[in-house]
């Protein structure tokens, strides 16, 4: 499981493009985006490698921004 912080977005249109950019990364079996939260947490396939630089990179082609983060 990954943990990101997700800023840019203020609407449930921006929580569905979010959420469907992190989906298209290749091992990615779910995401999970919370808008009041501005974080997303995505669930990776069994074995599969976590390549967050993708998902960071698919959330910002989507229009937004997001970096890993550490829930305490």
Known sequence: MTELQVSGM???????????AIQSVPGVQSATVS?????ATVHWNSGAQPDI???I???KRAGYEAKEWMPR
Do not use: G, Y
């Not at 203020?10 to 469907?20: P, S």
């Not at 808008?35 to 974080?39: I, S």
């Open 10 to 20: 203020n609407c449930q249109n921006c929580v569905r493009h979010v959420t469907q």
């Open 57 to 59: 990179e698919a959330v």
């Open 35 to 39: 808008l009041e939260n501005k974080n």
């Open 53 to 55: 630089p993708a998902i």
